[in-house]
């Protein structure tokens, strides 16, 4: 099953709006991380989020992170058509000793188009 | 240029005839994994390696073989390739868990099979 789950799973904006997008995933993580992809090509890592973490910027991202309800948002400021791309969200889950696994699951992505 | 390559980029082939998709990553990282990338399925994981010689199963590794003979390579193998295989491959690098704790993943530019 999904780790993470995006939402929404398209978004559709004008030149300048801000865009949200959310991710809720089902167990304990080592971090959370979005990556974004333009169609086709490979994912290209954006920010990452540890546990102990609860907001965290980069540019014109903003990302937060709500442990006690496994959930997680993307915010992107002033938006471009150059944004328009997908957006995944993907965990680093531990197990019960607090050890990650080592391994990312993605969740299935928001379609971002930001238009001129 | 650090990078994670792929070859080829697009193949087409037949049912049964095995086939052997290329992966290599020059940033001396440790960890490496394969995913496909499937319309409304997003991202899962096939085989993932920790380092060399040690490789495991991801969430959809049917059908599917890797190996880990050296750090910078990690071959997909696909012995008798089905209809199902036709899919966006991607494989990803990053350093080990235990080396930063946070696993930030490169990814390589896809491969697009088609299996007739």
């Known amino acids: 099953s999904q780790q993470g789950e995006e939402d929404p799973q398209a978004l559709s904006i004008q030149e300048g709006e801000n865009a949200t997008m959310n991710c809720s995933y089902k167990?304990?993580?080592?971090?959370l991380q979005w990556y974004r992809q333009n169609s086709g090509r490979g994912l290209f890592h954006l920010i990452l989020?540890?546990?102990?973490?609860r907001e965290k910027h980069s540019g014109r991202l903003r990302v937060t992170l709500d442990t006690s309800k496994k959930s997680s948002s993307l915010l992107i400021t002033a938006s471009r058509a150059a944004d328009t791309a997908s957006y995944f969200c993907a965990t680093d889950a531990i197990n019960a000793g607090g050890t990650s696994y080592g391994k990312l699951t993605f969740g299935q992505g928001t379609i971002l188009t930001v238009h001129p | 240029e650090a990078q994670v390559t792929q070859n080829p980029r697009y193949l087409i082939t037949v049912t049964g005839k095995k086939l052997t998709v290329t992966c290599s990553q020059n940033m001396n990282h440790e960890y490496m994994s394969w995913y496909r990338q499937d319309p409304g399925l997003g991202l899962r994981q096939i085989y993932y390696s920790m380092n060399v010689e040690v490789t495991d199963k991801g969430d959809v590794p049917e059908g599917y073989k890797v190996s880990r003979k050296e750090k910078r390579n990690f071959p997909l193998i696909l012995e008798s390739p089905s209809p199902n295989q036709t899919s966006l491959y991607f494989c990803?690098?990053?350093?080990?868990?235990?080396?930063?704790?946070?696993?930030?993943?490169?990814f390589g530019p896809g491969t697009r099979l088609t299996v007739l």
């Open positions: 167990t304990s993580i080592n971090n």
């Open positions: 989020i540890r546990s102990n973490e």
């Open positions: 990803a690098s990053s350093f080990s868990v235990a080396r930063t704790r946070y696993n930030e993943q490169f």
